[in-house]
């Protein structure tokens, strides 16, 4: 951890190096079009695009597993829905315009849950085998907690899992026809969603068009400042729910369990979403901006973009080494300086990013990046 000590220093010295360069606050170079539609283009559509298809893959690996029940079928689900994780988790943080449209975010992922709702609701309906539960037009409609990869978390790798690929059907058989609604319902959302960015008469024209005819956004402005504030909720959500915290419990209510810790996905979701932020940051052009155009203040905003780019570097390289201690498989034997490791560069990273990221784009110093959009 010296070097992630080393580097929060560095920047201290960044910030107060740069103190009279901001003072007067940034000009009008910042492109927020240019932003707008190269994160469209180079991010947000390739990542919906790959997260769609991974829950086509999921779908489609679920359904030839049930009908023919094999282990190495099962396995070959589970690996799918691991992939279908870990593509959400590099386009997660994006959350508003479609994904948040008909409470489609919750129904991908509903989380953080302190109470446990999807545990129980699933459990129930394994249990009790409702047929009409299984209906697509009646999952459409069912509760953001007993859908969503969560949900299909719990029918493949939760109490009762281990016999899913018993050659008794009707053992098995409500199992099967719930992941299989599950896993066709997660499609549908995720198909949807990159519908609507990639289709020029939906979302596409509104984030591309902002003007005082635009019912969304009225200033260019107002794109870069729904990605800054995406940017700051993310690694917020990151330390209040899904890390564990220095005393080794976490706002989930899960403790010392991390989000998708019984599917063993947990350090790769992670993983996935620090890969994301760096996403929005590299392919967006943030790094290619400037406040007011001067070689000087690109150089500061390069300067300080790059730190939050090696921190978040240095949480991959902690959840690196999670992954490869002997305590991988049981996250409740992890020590907590280990989760501790991964925490302090995401809140270095979101430290900085904050105050930057506003600055360089010129959006205003009351802006909240947890106000909502």
């Given at each position: 951890m010296a070097a992630v000590r080393f580097v929060r220093s560095a920047w201290h010295v960044a910030l107060a190096a740069a103190a009279v360069l901001w003072a007067a606050g940034p000009a009008a170079a910042f492109d927020h079009a240019d932003v707008a539609r190269r994160l469209l283009e180079e991010h947000i559509i390739p990542s919906y695009q790959d997260f769609a298809s991974r829950t086509q893959s999921l779908a489609d690996a679920t359904r030839s597993f049930c009908d023919a029940r094999s282990e190495a079928g099962l396995a070959k689900a589970r690996s799918a829905f691991k992939g279908a994780v870990i593509a959400w988790g590099r386009i997660g943080h994006i959350r508003f315009g479609p994904a948040v449209t008909d409470n489609r975010y919750d129904r991908i992922l509903f989380w953080p849950d302190p109470r446990h709702v999807t545990m129980k609701q699933v459990g129930r309906l394994l249990r009790t085998k409702p047929e009409a539960a299984l209906k697509p037009e009646n999952v459409a409609t069912a509760s953001v907690a007993t859908v969503g990869l969560r949900a299909l978390e719990i029918v493949f790798f939760g109490p009762g899992s281990d016999d899913f690929a018993s050659a008794d059907k009707?053992?098995?058989?409500?199992?099967?026809?719930?992941?299989?609604?599950?896993?066709?319902?997660?499609?549908?959302?995720?198909?949807?969603?990159?519908?609507?960015?990639?289709?020029?008469?939906?979302?596409?024209?509104?984030?591309?068009?902002?003007?005082?005819?635009?019912?969304?956004?009225?200033?260019?402005?107002?794109?870069?400042?729904?990605?800054?504030?995406?940017?700051?909720?993310?690694?917020?959500?990151?330390?209040?729910?899904?890390?564990?915290?220095?005393?080794?419990?976490?706002?989930?209510?899960?403790?010392?369990?991390?989000?998708?810790?019984?599917?063993?996905?947990?350090?790769?979701?992670?993983?996935?979403?620090?890969?994301?932020?760096?996403?929005?940051?590299?392919?967006?052009?943030?790094?290619?901006?400037?406040?007011?155009?001067?070689?000087?203040?690109?150089?500061?905003?390069?300067?300080?973009?790059?730190?939050?780019?090696?921190?978040?570097?240095?949480?991959?390289?902690?959840?690196?080494?999670?992954?490869?201690?002997?305590?991988?498989?049981?996250?409740?034997?992890?020590?907590?300086?280990?989760?501790?490791?991964?925490?302090?560069?995401?809140?270095?990273?979101?430290?900085?990013?904050?105050?930057?990221?506003?600055?360089?784009?010129?959006?205003?110093?009351?802006?909240?990046?947890?106000?909502?959009?």
């Open positions: 009707d053992k098995t058989h409500y199992r099967c026809g719930l992941a299989l609604a599950l896993s066709e319902d997660l499609h549908h959302t995720a198909a949807v969603i990159f519908e609507d960015w990639t289709s020029s008469d939906r979302f596409q024209q509104l984030w591309l068009h902002p003007g005082a005819d635009n019912s969304r956004y009225l200033k260019p402005s107002e794109t870069t400042q729904a990605l800054v504030q995406s940017f700051a909720d993310r690694l917020n959500r990151m330390l209040a729910f899904d890390i564990p915290s220095a005393d080794g419990e976490a706002s989930n209510g899960n403790g010392t369990m991390p989000i998708f810790g019984p599917s063993g996905v947990a350090i790769d979701f992670l993983s996935a979403s620090l890969d994301g932020l760096e996403a929005l940051l590299k392919e967006g052009g943030f790094l290619d901006q400037s406040a007011s155009g001067s070689a000087e203040d690109t150089e500061d905003v390069q300067q300080r973009l790059n730190v939050v780019l090696t921190e978040l570097r240095f949480a991959r390289r902690a959840l690196g080494l999670i992954a490869q201690s002997e305590a991988r498989g049981d996250f409740k034997t992890i020590p907590v300086a280990m989760w501790k490791s991964v925490r302090l560069p995401v809140e270095n990273a979101r430290e900085i990013a904050d105050e930057t990221l506003k600055a360089e784009a010129g959006l205003s110093s009351g802006f909240n990046a947890l106000d909502g959009d």
